[in-house]
T-cell receptor, first 113, second 115 residues
Framework: QQQVKQSPQSLIVQKGGISIINCAYENTAFDYFPWYQQFPGKGPALLIAIRPDVSEKKEGRFTISFNKSAKQFSLHIMDSQPGDSATYFCAASLGGATNKLIFGTGTLLAVQP | EADIYQTPRYLVIGTGKKITLECSQTMGHDKMYWYQQDPGMELHLIHYSYGVNSTEKGDLSSESTVSRIRTEHFPLTLESARPSHTSQYLC??????????????FGPGTRLLVL
């Protein structure tokens, strides 16, 4: 119940295309869903986050779509660029005192020029 | 960019040695975390802290220990390193709900190789 399932494991997209990464969860008590971007040799950095009372959130070329009934959320990267090539992790949090994050398994995105 | 620092960035050490991985943050965050991440794999929480003098074990069992004597400092220690400890160790901090947000800010990581 604490797992967050992420797919695909890897993704190749042409420059200018749309990258879509999907995550699913079981625990309906999760109340915060961030996406992190990680470049090789670096720590993860927060990209965008959403709460379950919102169905969509957009920041620049990055959009989270959230389907509460299906317990799924996805990251869409519009107009994908080679500089977007990185590993993307979805996560979910129960919030509260610990604010622990449960991470998905990651998606390695390669954007070809 | 978050002000969270980890040293060393890379460490190669022999089996049986004691090591301490340093993590410090200058944001005054109460919550701090240690994650273990194998290359290209997911992050697993191994330790966390609510604040000074509070430490808890995470979801992944680890032979390491941590301490939190100062708000800004959260070192991780391995008393006797083994090859199975080879991994990347990531430190993070968060202001938590009291700080108005739940974002965790990550350091650059320490890549540990135990021979």
């Amino acid at each position: 119940q604490q797992q967050v399932k992420q797919s695909p494991q890897s993704l190749i997209v042409q420059k200018g295309g749309i990258s879509i990464i999907n995550c699913a969860y079981e625990n309906t008590a999760f109340d915060y869903f961030p996406w992190y971007q990680q470049f090789p040799g670096k720590g993860p950095a927060l990209l965008i986050a959403i709460r379950p009372d919102v169905s969509e959130k957009k920041e620049g070329r990055f959009t989270i779509s959230f389907n509460k009934s299906a317990k799924q959320f996805s990251l869409h990267i519009m107009d994908s660029q080679p500089g977007d090539s990185a590993t993307y992790f979805c996560a979910a949090s129960l919030g509260g005192a610990t604010n622990k994050l449960i991470f998905g398994t990651g998606t390695l995105l390669a954007v070809q020029p | 960019e978050a002000d969270i620092y980890q040293t060393p960035r890379y460490l190669v050490i022999g089996t049986g040695k004691k090591i301490t991985l340093e993590c410090s943050q200058t944001m005054g965050h109460d919550k701090m975390y240690w994650y273990q991440q194998d290359p290209g794999m997911e992050l697993h929480l191994i330790h966390y802290s609510y604040g000074v003098n509070s430490t808890e074990k995470g979801d992944l069992s680890s032979e390491s220990t941590v301490s939190r004597i100062r708000t800004e400092h959260f070192p991780l220690t391995l008393e006797s390193a083994r090859p199975s400890h080879t991994s990347q160790y990531l430190c993070a901090s968060s202001p938590g709900l009291a700080g108005g947000q739940e974002t965790q800010y990550f350091g650059p990581g320490t890549r540990l190789l135990v021979l």
